[in-house]
């Protein structure tokens, strides 16, 4: 598989919080692309193989925002 795709169902209250995630995320090594959604409540991020899930779920969680659910490549995960 030439990469992941990780979606995360994160509490976000508005724009800030989103925005918090955004930043997290545009930092981290390895991400190819991501789409946070405040209406949604959701972070997808397409990451290079080498990016694990856990990576990409204590970066989000360093936001301090709650993580509810986490899937990778469709596959429902551990928070």
């Known amino acids: ?3 992941h ?12 919080c989103s925005g918090a995630v955004e930043r997290v995320l545009k930092k981290l090594d390895g991400v190819r692309s991501f789409d946070v959604s405040l209406n949604s409540q ?3 991020v397409v990451t290079e193989p080498s990016v694990s899930y856990d990576t990409v779920l204590a970066t ?4 301090g925002k709650t993580v509810n659910t986490g899937e990778a490549d469709g596959q ?3 928070i």
């Open 1 to 3: 598989m030439s990469e």
């Open 76 to 78: 429902t995960m551990a």
């Open 5 to 16: 795709q990780y979606k995360f169902h994160i509490t976000m209250s508005c724009g800030g």
């Open 42 to 44: 959701t972070a997808t």
């Open 60 to 63: 989000i969680k360093k936001t």
